[in-house]
Structures are given as structure tokens and as C-alpha cells.
């Protein structure tokens, strides 16, 4: 009986100590799975631009895209000629730098239509753009059928003639969008509409000899 207490003590003493160390790690797991339920790669944090807000937009924006869309198309047709037909090599570098600008506005405009669920004006080769002669600056099919039967030094004063007519009336639409439009986006893309096209048509002006 002498022997046996001593051993009874030290396997109880084990135990205790095992039950210990079982709970003690029971808490690390539980902290840890804690931890790593807030970080699981199951929930992974958004990019910047998901958590960017898209902005709010009104009737004035989408006006705006849906203006400038088929207007930024047919001044991009008018700088399409000037390839095969202008004699000037400024008329033909500012037709290049007119494409380059405003091509790739016409698909940011055409993604915000889109992202705002409104139909974007359609594009087809060669269309009647007398459907939009009510926006300032528009030229009707009379006017681009006679543009494109021109050549040389003809062409290059109707094309700077109709393309001040043209910018002016793009301005004019770009002061509208900055006057009553709230999405900011466009109302930037207004004002670098205003300040880059009212360059080019001090630009054309000159080359017309009117400065």
C-alpha cells in the first residue's frame, strides 16, 4: 500500500497535467481559427477599383455620351479622308492627332452608356448623319458627299472650314455637360474637350489665313 499511493499521486499528476496542456492548445486553436477566419483567403479584401465608388450621373450626362458619341464618329470620318486627300501635312498631322484623341473618348463614353444601362448610338458605315443634325455643329450627308469628291488644296480648306464648324459645336455640347452634368468623369472629359478642341480651331484658323 506504501508503494502505491506514491503511484497513484504521480498518475493523477499526469493526468492534470495533460488535461492542461489539451485546454491550454484547445484556446490557441480557437484564437487561431478565429484569426484566420477574419483573414481566409476564402473572402479576399477588393481591389481598389471594386471599392471605388462609380459616381452618381443624371439626364445631362448620359445626353452628353450619346451627343458626343456619333458627333466624335463623323469628325473622326472627316479625318479618315484627310489621309488619301489632304495636300497640307498639317492638315494631315492635325487629322491624325483629331483621330487619336477623340477615338478613344467614343469608348469611354460608350463604357459609361453601358455601365449606366443606356444604349449606346450605333455606328454603321457610311450612315445618314442627318439623324443628328440637330446638334450643334453636325454635318449632313450633302455636306460629307461633297467632302469626299474633293481633293488637294479644295479639300484642305473645306475639311479645316467644316471641322471649325464641327469643334465649335462640340465645345458648345461640352459646356453644356459642364454646366449641368454631375458625373464627374464627364464633366473632365468636358472641359478637355473645350480646352483641346478650341486650340485646334485656333490652329485651323491660321492655316485658313483668318488669324
Known amino acids: 500500500m506504501k ?9 493523477t499528476l499526469v493526468a492534470a497535467t495533460a488535461t492542461s496542456a489539451l485546454a491550454l492548445a484547445a484556446c490557441g486553436s480557437n484564437d ?14 477588393s481591389s481598389p477599383s471594386a471599392q471605388a465608388p462609380s459616381g452618381t450621373h443624371n439626364a445631362a450626362d448620359v445626353a452628353f455620351a450619346k451627343g458626343m458619341i456619333p458627333h466624335h464618329r463623323q469628325a473622326v470620318e472627316m479625318a479618315d479622308l484627310a489621309v488619301t486627300r489632304a495636300a497640307s501635312p498639317q492638315v494631315k498631322e492635325l487629322a491624325d492627332k483629331i483621330k487619336k484623341a477623340q477615338g478613344p473618348e467614343i469608348k469611354t463614353m ?3 452608356l453601358t455601365a449606366w444601362h443606356e444604349q449606346v448610338p450605333e455606328e454603321m458605315p457610311g450612315m445618314d448623319h442627318s439623324a443628328h443634325s440637330e446638334m450643334p455643329g453636325m454635318m ?35 459646356g453644356a455637360e ?12 468636358a472641359a478637355d474637350i473645350i480646352k483641346a478642341q478650341n486650340a485646334e480651331i485656333t490652329q485651323m ?3 485658313l489665313g483668318k488669324s
Open 110 to 112: 460608350s463604357r459609361w
Open 140 to 174: 449632313g450627308m450633302k455636306e460629307m458627299d461633297a467632302l469626299k469628291k474633293k481633293s488637294g488644296k479644295d479639300f484642305d480648306t473645306s475639311f479645316l472650314e467644316m471641322m471649325v464648324g464641327h469643334h465649335q459645336g462640340a465645345v458648345k455640347m461640352a
Open 178 to 189: 459642364k454646366d449641368k452634368g454631375s458625373f464627374g468623369r464627364a464633366k473632365t472629359l
Open 3 to 11: 508503494h502505491t499511493r506514491p503511484r497513484m499521486r504521480r498518475i
Open 205 to 207: 484658323n491660321k492655316l
Open 32 to 45: 487561431s481559427g478565429s484569426h484566420s477566419g477574419n483573414d481566409s483567403p476564402a473572402k479576399p479584401a
